[in-house]
């Protein structure tokens, strides 16, 4: 109540500029939101106002909570092709659930301060994540521009591209919503390069209505989106479905809802305060913010929710001051919902899948990968395999993969060691080893060390090393003995004997 009261303390205190330039934000942002909410909803395989419930919720909920303060919540495409998954592994009933569990863990990270945890996920890792998930979008979206049923898994989709052409060539129909699709497609493409005026109305609006328009006009016999009603659609999750949180696949889908939904938002606000001179983020703060957007979603059986970019991008260029052009976002989408619920029957599917394929290309980070490749080959190939991985498998071994990769490359770069050899009196010859000692480095030292003379006695200077696991150590030991003898200088350390055994077990 403290923190609902401090809120409606600041929009009261707000000067008349302030509260026009909020409301003028919060048209902008909606018109933004209704294409994209309904959008996400139909290619995650739901009804169409499941979408708007999830804007609606993270304009009036999550839109008063603390956290960012410019960005917005909503459906993402991010997590498109993952719904559309659950939903056809588990059905549409199951939703609510792993929806609410997946805000109920993120609640659970942000009361422990884990947000900014999110933050340590390797980059290449979350852009190779969203660079798979937009090549799935827009193989899938692709069909549904010719009104055809996509295939299940990433090479399917791949493999059924050639029937996909040879049906829109001999079917009336398919080549019409084809069309309709591409010319959608061309003008979200075309429309950075209009005037600045007219850029003021949001691009996929534009493209939505024009589709819509010339669909009437012209009289084309293509799939519309269906309308169920704001409050039919409305799913609570039962008993029944509360009990598969039980299942393995069950957990780690919810598991990949979470990491993927929390990652998409925090990066979302580090892009924001970039965009922003206002307060930074708290980061756990945003955390727990989405984690009762998704808990509301998931009790209502909508669709998750993360911070979206493209609405905050389109919040912070339309001139917000606060919070209240998000609340008030989420206000304009329940009257639209609530109102003009007929108006979606209208819009044609075609014209919602040309939006996502434009939504699904600008995830797959194409501008970035030469630079990359240059400057940081490593990150390029992380990556590239995360994106490979995701539409030749799935999402969430895809993810794993990627932050695998990560963890070995980091391990490997920092797991640098060499190897200096000196010759003491008596023949005798001394090998100091510097660096990080890990069993990675093992071939490497070890090759060197059996390269010496077999006739000369060698002395292994460890004192230098910084780090020295268990495995480096047995296998120097046993090099040691058999090159000298049981009688020879064993592997020699200045180090203190607490500090060595912790360095050995590291």
């Not at 991008?313 to 001139?319: D, E, I, K, L, R």
């Not at 209240?324 to 014209?351: K, N, T």
Request: proline content about 5%; aromatic content about 4%.
């Amino acid at each position: 109540m403290r923190r609902k009261n401090a809120v409606l303390g600041k929009i009261s205190n707000l000067s008349p500029t302030d509260v026009r330039r909020d409301v003028l934000a919060s048209l902008v942002v909606f018109l933004v939101a209704v294409p994209l909410c309904v959008g996400v909803a139909v290619a995650s395989g739901v009804p169409a106002e499941l979408g708007l419930i999830t804007g609606i919720v993270g304009g009036l909920v999550v839109g008063c909570l603390p956290g960012s303060s410019f960005q917005v919540s909503g459906p993402a495409a991010g997590l498109t092709v993952l719904v559309h998954e659950a939903v056809q592994q588990y059905g549409l009933a199951s939703l609510g659930v792993l929806v609410l569990a997946a805000g109920l863990l993120q609640l659970a990270f942000g009361a422990l301060r884990w947000g900014r945890w999110f933050r340590a996920i390797s980059v290449a890792v979350v852009q190779g994540m969203l660079a798979g998930i937009g090549l799935i979008l827009v193989l899938g979206q692709v069909y549904a521009m010719a009104d055809a049923d996509q295939p299940d898994s990433g090479p399917a989709k791949l493999a059924g591209l050639p029937g996909l052409f040879t049906h829109i060539v001999g079917s009336t129909g398919a080549l019409a919503a084809f069309a309709v699709g591409v010319g959608t497609l061309a003008l979200l493409v075309l429309w950075p390069r209009m005037p600045v005026k007219v850029r003021l109305v949001p691009g996929p609006l534009v493209a939505i209505a024009v589709a819509t328009i010339a669909t009437a006009a012209f009289g084309l016999p293509i799939a519309k989106v269906e309308v169920q009603g704001l409050l039919e659609s409305i799913q609570p999750p039962g008993i029944g479905e509360l009990g598969s949180l039980a299942q393995v696949s069950v957990i780690g889908t919810v598991l990949a809802f979470t990491l993927i939904a929390s990652a998409e938002s925090l990066f979302s606000a580090a892009a924001v305060d970039r965009m922003t001179d206002g307060s930074r983020t708290d980061y756990d703060k945003e955390l727990m913010a989405q984690g009762v957007g998704n808990t509301v979603c998931g009790a209502l059986g909508a669709l998750p929710m993360t911070a979206v970019i493209v609405r905050s991008a389109a919040n912070v260029q339309a001139g917000a001051r606060t919070k209240l052009s998000r609340v008030l976002h989420g206000f304009w989408l329940l009257l639209f919902a609530a109102l003009l619920p007929a108006a979606l029957g209208v819009v044609p599917l075609a014209a919602l899948a040309g939006v996502l394929v434009y939504a699904g290309a600008k995830l797959v980070p194409v501008q970035l990968l030469r630079p990359l490749w240059r400057e940081h080959r490593g990150e390029a190939v992380i990556l590239g395999v995360t994106a490979v991985a995701i539409v030749v498998t799935n999402m969430f071994e895809g993810v794993l993969l990627g932050l695998l990769l990560a963890v070995v490359k980091t391990a490997w770069e920092t797991s640098h060691v060499s190897l200096e050899m000196s010759e003491l009196t008596g023949g005798r010859l001394t090998v100091v080893v510097t660096g990080n000692a890990t069993f990675l480095r093992l071939p490497k030292i070890l090759d060197a060390l059996e390269a010496l003379p077999a006739d000369r006695p060698v002395e292994l200077d460890l004192s230098e090393l910084r780090h020295l696991d268990h495995a480096c150590r047995t296998a120097l030991d046993n090099w040691a003995a058999q090159h000298n003898g049981a009688d020879g200088p064993p592997p020699s350390t200045q180090m203190p004997l607490t500090t060595a055994g912790s360095a050995a077990g590291g």
